[in-house]
């Protein structure tokens, strides 16, 4: 698979907090000749990207970065996004819940966003830097017990990213009809091509694409 290749399991990212409309559009512009998988990007942007990018793939975040709200704002999210456009949801669970062990209303939570999600994709962040493995196993079976399409690493914005060693432990731990996608550190192609190799079928990135068209020129 060559590095073109791989930009199809990319979600093109941009979520600082002062992401003007002007670099979302660029951001826009570049999945859209790249053929990204999707962009990433704040809720506040899904309708306007939906306006002037009719056909791009729209993901967005629900509880973001810190993933604490109420299962009822994040169902409430999670509604407001797809009215508005989007096609993809990634929620961040509560992580307050993972560290009292309350791992079934992390699985109830996640449920309740997939129910809300529908026939969307709806990926669940889970923040690993933050988990020990016995609670990164522990969301491995929340998330395929409560139906979601993807188990992601992180948010990008906890003390640390995705780890390849988590991917692997991903992988021996959720459902067959569960995907997995990295995010957070993914910075060079090279990251891009190990996470794609290690079973990754998204990869959530800023400068991946710039990076390929640099070397395509």
């Not at 951001?27 to 990018?53: G, N």
């Amino acid at each position: 698979m060559t590095y073109a290749e791989m930009l199809h399991c990319v979600d093109h990212t941009l979520l600082k907090a002062c992401a003007s409309w002007e670099e979302i559009c660029r951001l826009c512009d570049e999945a859209a000749e790249f053929q990204t998988a999707s962009v990433c990007v704040p809720p506040c942007y899904i309708k306007r990207i939906r306006e002037s990018y009719p056909d791009l793939t729209i993901c967005t975040v629900v509880g973001f970065p810190l993933g604490y709200s109420v299962t009822a704002a994040k169902v409430c999210e999670v509604k407001e996004a797809l009215a508005d456009g989007a096609d993809e949801i990634d929620m961040v669970i509560n992580l307050t819940d993972v560290k009292n062990g309350e791992y079934q209303k992390v699985e109830d939570e996640i449920r309740a966003l997939k129910e809300a999600t529908g026939d969307r994709i709806l990926k669940v962040i889970i923040e690993t830097c933050y988990l020990t493995e016995e609670e990164k196993t522990a969301m491995c079976r929340a998330v395929t017990n409560a139906g979601a399409d993807f188990i992601k690493t992180s948010t990008g914005f906890g003390t640390a990213g995705a780890l390849l060693s988590d991917i692997g432990l991903f992988k021996a731990n959720i459902g067959e009809n569960v995907k997995i996608k990295a995010a957070g550190g993914v910075r060079t192609l090279e990251d891009l091509k190990n996470y794609v190799e290690a079973g990754c079928s998204r990869v959530g990135a800023s400068s991946v694409v710039k990076q390929v068209a640099e070397l395509q020129k």
